[in-house]
């Protein structure tokens, strides 16, 4: 799925916060009255959420089988909602922000907006309030027709967000409808980059959101497979944090192949080396605090092989030295008969 509309549009269908060809700028605020049918912050109500990985299981698509890997991984990132989301509405000017993406300013008046694309092509945008719903719309390349609507829910005690997609190369749209409790009355703009505010639960405890598996079946005993070794490599991830926090060198290292495709900036490196380098860092520390947001698990090779991305943020102190930080880490594994192992360990992005 090519992103021809710029990373706007794209951030909309990512992260479900609005943002596009079409919007308004941010920044400026309308009068005063806030309007709390759709005002709040809200957090992501896993349990009566879509599935991600259930609905993008789903999907069909005619493209060659060797080319629907990446196109599905994409979709999954695409559709992948943020834990957090902030919306404040103010007549027909509405601001949403999320954990995921910085706020922006909808001018919601129904008027259909024609804007042209990187790549020269006209895209059509209109968002509107029809009966307390907020509604965006998207058209131009088959690929980047989608809406997003937000509804309130439960006399305003939640918020179901709605996202339908299509694209050339699905054979037909995919819907995914995501819930979200609200946790304040009033909007909150510094939930940007908090991802581990909608778990507020240790790494590991929670059940994955999955994404695109390798489309090699789609029957309920491949998918049962998958669901299984997703949740084996979600609850691998929390004793791997576990270790890693507990210092406790044997027991980290038995997550780990006898040989690694990466190590962070190395390659090709024995896990005796990889031993050497977690010393090195456990004994210079005094404390190390790692916590993960949700994993991306991505399964591959019929469910013997994932990769898994996550939010990391952590703390090490050592001496007088404190360093912390955040990135989106990238563990590969391989299913083994001594259980999920690691194949590589890298960052991916640093965020702060």
């Excluded at 695409?78 to 999320?98: C, K, N, Q, Y």
């Excluded at 907006?113 to 907020?134: C, I």
């Amino acid at each position: 799925m090519r992103r021809s509309v710029g990373r706007g549009v794209a951030a909309l269908l990512m992260l479900a916060a609005c943002a596009g060809v079409g919007l308004r700028a941010q920044g400026r605020r309308a009068g005063a009255g806030a309007e709390s049918g759709l005002t709040g912050v809200y957090r992501i109500n896993i349990g009566e959420s879509d599935k991600l990985y259930t609905v993008v299981e789903g999907a069909s698509s005619d493209l060659p089988f060797g080319e629907q890997q990446r196109f599905f991984i994409d979709l999954a990132v695409r559709l992948t909602p943020p834990d957090l989301i902030a919306i404040e509405r103010r007549g027909r000017r509405v601001t949403i922000g999320s954990s995921r993406s910085s706020r922006v300013t909808l001018v919601a008046d129904g008027v259909g907006h024609s804007e042209r694309a990187a790549d020269g092509r006209a895209v059509y945008s209109r968002t509107a309030l029809e009966g307390g719903k907020l509604v965006f719309t998207s058209r131009g390349r088959a690929e980047d027709n989608f809406t997003v609507i937000f509804a309130p829910a439960d006399g305003g005690r939640r918020l179901r967000v709605t996202r339908r997609i299509s694209a050339e190369n699905l054979s037909e749209p995919v819907v995914i409808q995501t819930v979200y409790d609200k946790i304040s009355e009033s909007a909150r703009w510094d939930i940007y980059g908090e991802p581990l505010l909608a778990g507020a639960r240790p790494p590991g405890d929670a059940a994955p959101t999955p994404a695109a598996p390798e489309p090699a079946g789609t029957n309920a005993e491949a998918a049962g497979v998958m669901r299984d070794a997703a949740e084996a490599l979600s609850d691998a991830l929390g004793r791997w944090i576990g270790a890693t926090n507990a210092r406790d060198l044997a027991r980290q290292m038995d997550f780990y192949m006898p040989r690694l495709d990466a190590f962070y900036l190395a390659r090709n490196v024995t896990r005796d080396f990889v031993r050497a380098e977690k010393s090195r860092a456990f004994s210079d520390a005094d404390l190390i605090d790692i916590r993960a947001a949700e994993p991306e698990i991505i399964l591959r090779d019929r469910g013997r092989a994932a990769v898994m991305r996550f939010r990391k943020q952590y703390r090490i102190e050592g001496g007088r030295r404190t360093r912390r930080g955040e990135v989106v880490q990238e563990l590969r594994w391989r299913r083994t008969p001594r259980g999920w192992k690691i194949t590589s360990e890298r960052d991916i992005r640093v965020i702060r």
